[in-house]
């Protein structure tokens, strides 16, 4: 069982950066492929970023891909997606998760183990 808490959220203007961190706990993450996604009021969960095992893997959605990143320090159980150039349409609850199969995948479906989120926030 692994435990996940992500923190890092908080209010920011547009074109801000921001970084969010996954800590987890529980059982060392080097076993598992990660993932960020996020959920907007009214909204469905989307994929925001993935990363494999090893770090070596990483794959972020169309809508932030060349504004956010994902990295990961197996050594620290840590997990990071920095976010820059924000936009108010990045505004949601930001959620870490873990996959027990190896392998990048974009489906909140293909994940077994959840946060409970961190908000961000974007004013225009």
């Known amino acids: 069982q692994v435990q996940l808490v992500e923190s890092g959220g908080g209010l920011v203007q547009a074109g801000d950066s921001l970084r969010v961190s996954c800590v987890a706990s529980?059982?060392?993450?080097?076993?598992?492929?990660m993932g960020w996604f996020r959920q907007a009021p009214g909204k469905e969960r989307e994929f925001v970023a993935a990363?494999?095992?090893?770090?070596?893997?990483?794959y972020v959605a169309d809508s932030v891909k060349g504004r956010f990143t994902i990295s990961r320090d197996n050594a620290k159980n840590t997990v990071y997606l920095q976010m820059n150039s924000l936009k108010p349409e990045d505004t949601a609850l930001y959620y870490c998760?873990?996959?027990?199969?190896?392998?990048?995948?974009?489906?909140?479906?293909?994940?077994?183990?959840w946060g409970q989120g961190t908000q961000v926030t974007v004013s225009a």
């Open positions: 529980g059982r060392t993450i080097s076993s598992y492929p």
């Open positions: 990363i494999s095992r090893s770090g070596a893997g990483t």
């Open positions: 998760a873990a996959r027990r199969l190896i392998g990048v995948r974009v489906e909140p479906y293909e994940y077994d183990y």
